[in-house]
């Protein structure tokens, strides 16, 4: 069965660096665009980033921008955040997600879910 599994996530001091790595199994993440979320306890899930299934549109939330960078290893069949200038706000459950053949990634629209890794930004 198709499966998405995260992983990276810990404990880094603000300004540091973390990178998060979401895997897919059961089909090939090139066809499907590819979404990073986040959220924290009692807040609504939030969009991070999306690249799409050409890798022709990549998008970040404005709180990311500059601090942050997706990409797709398609030899591994895996789509990373490379997270940099680390905030304490940015810490939170972070989710990858795929949806098929779309070129945006709408929260409530994503066909795989991820099970979410931790990522804590603290000194």
């Known amino acids: 069965q198709p499966q998405l599994v995260e992983s990276g996530g810990g404990l880094v001091q603000p300004g540091g660096s973390l990178r998060l790595s979401c895997a897919a199994s059961g089909f090939p993440l090139g066809d499907y665009a590819i979404g990073w979320f986040r959220q924290v306890p009692g807040k609504e899930r939030e969009g991070v980033s999306c690249i799409s299934r050409s890798d022709g549109s990549i998008d970040y939330a404005d709180s990311v921008k500059g601090r942050f960078t997706i990409s797709r290893d398609k030899d591994k069949n895996t789509v990373n955040l490379q997270m940099s200038s680390l905030k304490p706000e940015d810490t939170a459950v972070y989710y990858c997600?795929?949806?098929?053949?779309?070129?945006?990634?709408?929260?409530?629209?994503?066909?795989?879910w991820g099970k979410g890794t931790l990522v804590t930004v603290s000194s």
């Open positions: 997600a795929a949806v098929l053949f779309l070129t945006n990634c709408p929260l409530n629209a994503m066909d795989y």
